[in-house]
């Protein structure tokens, strides 16, 4: 199983980015996908969530910002992330977990955003 993400990079506050990922090994419609971050010296948290079933969710820090989206088709996932703030920056990393079983959960490498000027 491999989880490929992509499309990090560096922007000025108020600027957009959209963050792929690409998905082998796995059924992909079968997953629920999860975009999640990592700031130098905090937790990972989780920044959207795509289920299997079609539905989106996110946190208050991102809503009306982030958006992602998902092509079973072509087995990857996308960040739309607009309005971008410094707080904002960290390691994106996104996480496939199988809709059953909870054991089924992967990682992909990370990607790094920095919203600076």
């Known amino acids: 199983v491999q989880l490929q993400a992509s499309g990090g990079g560096l922007v000025q506050p108020g600027g957009s980015l959209r963050l792929s990922c690409a998905a082998s090994?796995?059924?992909?419609?079968?997953?629920?996908i999860g975009w999640y971050r990592q700031a130098p010296g905090k937790q990972r948290e989780l920044v959207a969530l795509?289920?299997?079933?079609?539905?989106?969710n996110y946190p208050d820090s991102v809503k009306g910002r982030f958006t992602i989206s998902r092509d079973n088709a072509k087995n990857t996932v996308y960040l739309q992330m607009n309005s971008l703030k410094p707080e904002d920056t960290a390691v994106y990393y996104c996480?496939?977990?199988?809709?059953?079983?909870?054991?089924?959960?992967?990682w992909g490498q990370g990607t790094q955003v920095t919203v600076s000027s």
């Open positions: 090994g796995i059924i992909f419609k079968n997953n629920h």
């Open positions: 795509s289920t299997s079933g079609g539905s989106t």
């Open positions: 996480n496939a977990q199988h809709q059953y079983i909870a054991a089924l959960k992967y």
